[in-house]
């Protein structure tokens, strides 16, 4: 076998992305499968934001854009971040990315040291360790619990950081969890990181998915010291179900985000520049069809817990946020017996269910399930008697 860079030694392949392969081989042969797998929206862009995207085209705009991103829409996410997180925000404090997910891979890259420590809370998305390790970086894990809102606090963070931390990640509302951190929450872990000299990165990509009422609220909105060690990740992706445009962005420091140009002008040159175009009228326009979204985002997440809770076994508390459900799934695995673990139940609910679903292994959260609701409601009635039907005869 070829060998390759020995830097990938530690990388592991994202397995979202696995299972939801897996579930798509099985489909293009015929099998029947539900799929609890999704990290995107399965609603379709909006047609205004794809018609931004052909005028574009249209109008010739198929070159090279400006390395961080065009002016316009640099402008406009500076614009919208001082609107929603009430701190003045710069274009030069923000850089266009190639989805949310490489506005992160960059800020590690351009900002750790080899051995630097990153305190990630789990339950936590899959990327955040490997992009660590991917720049020299070590992940540094921090359990936190269902019963505790998946919160990470400033005791936990104390017991957990060392001379060598340089960062902590905050994901809220979460991936996995849909949990959603309280304001309270928010400025205590906030002002500890800060005290420690800590940046603070926060992943704020499912702010706008949000229920019940709730509110949420940014780390840099509570910042004593305005912000100068938080950066913030966000992005067209989920609020827009733009997950295949791939425009997400960065904002912070404005030597962070000229030293994030630097490497992005030397990796992806700029995002794709209809693409920008698009993010513009996204993030310009009205999301009036936002509130309907958001209705049905709601709708199926209760149908969901409440058809995991009533399953012997199947823990589940209602999540504010995004469109994630993590129940404990332990009981099940004891019931199962010795040492079969949370990948064993999803690859058999897979098999004997013909449903799709994370283990939470995946996550850094054994003894648990990841279930999206980012599917029609048929097809959560549909699979939950499935997975109910199976987890009864076990
Ligand atoms: C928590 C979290 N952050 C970032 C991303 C990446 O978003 P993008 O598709 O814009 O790269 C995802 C996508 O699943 C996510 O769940």
Not at 140 to 163: C, H, M, Y
Not at 197 to 225: C, F, N, Q
Not at 233 to 259: C, E, L, N
């Amino acid at each position: 076998m070829t060998k390759t860079s020995s830097r990938l030694d530690k990388i592991r392949p994202s397995v979202t992305l696995a299972v939801t392969q897996k579930a798509q081989e099985l489909r293009s042969r015929g099998v029947d499968v539900i799929s609890f797998s999704a990290g995107e929206p399965d609603f379709a862009t909006p047609g205004h934001i794809v018609e931004a995207a052909k005028t574009a085209l249209d109008k010739g705009m198929t070159r090279y854009t400006p390395v961080a991103g065009i002016p316009d829409l640099r402008q406009a996410v500076a614009a919208q971040s001082e609107e929603v997180r009430s701190v003045s925000c710069k274009p030069e404090q923000v850089i266009i990315t190639v989805g949310a997910k490489h506005a992160l891979f960059g800020f590690f890259q351009a900002v750790l040291d080899p051995g630097d420590q990153v305190v990630i809370p789990t339950p936590y998305w899959v990327s955040y360790p490997d992009q660590v390790l991917l720049a020299g970086g070590e992940p540094v894990f921090s359990r936190t619990t269902a019963k505790n809102n998946w919160t990470l606090t400033p005791q936990d963070l104390e017991k957990i950081a060392g001379p060598k931390t340089k960062a902590v990640v905050i994901n809220t509302p979460s991936n996995p969890t849909g949990a959603l951190y309280s304001r309270e929450a928010t400025e205590a872990i906030t002002e500890k990181a800060l005290s420690m000299g800590l940046w603070i990165i926060t992943d704020e990509i499912y702010r706008d998915l949000i229920y019940d009422g709730a509110r949420h609220v940014s780390p840099l909105s509570v910042a004593s010291d305005g912000g100068a060690r938080v950066f913030v990740v966000d992005g067209v992706s989920k609020t827009f179900a733009m997950t295949g445009w791939r425009i997400g962005w960065g904002i912070g420091d404005p030597d962070v985000i000229k030293a994030m140009s630097k490497i992005q002008g030397q990796s992806t040159s700029n995002p794709a520049s209809m693409a920008q175009a698009a993010a513009l009228a996204a993030i310009t326009t009205p999301a009036d069809f936002l509130p309907e979204w958001l209705r049905e985002y709601r709708d199926r997440r209760d149908v969901m817990v409440q058809g995991l809770d009533a399953m012997p076994g199947v823990e589940c508390v209602t999540p504010k946020g995004a469109f994630y459900v993590l129940p404990d799934v332990s009981a099940v695995l004891e019931r199962m017996g010795g040492d079969v673990t949370d990948v064993d139940l999803a690859t058999l609910l897979l098999e004997k269910a013909q449903v799709a679903i994370v283990p939470g292994s995946a996550f850094g959260a054994p003894g648990h399930l990841r279930f999206s609701y980012a599917t029609s409601m048929d097809a959560i009635e549909a699979g939950i008697i499935r997975v109910g039907e199976t987890l009864a005869k076990l």
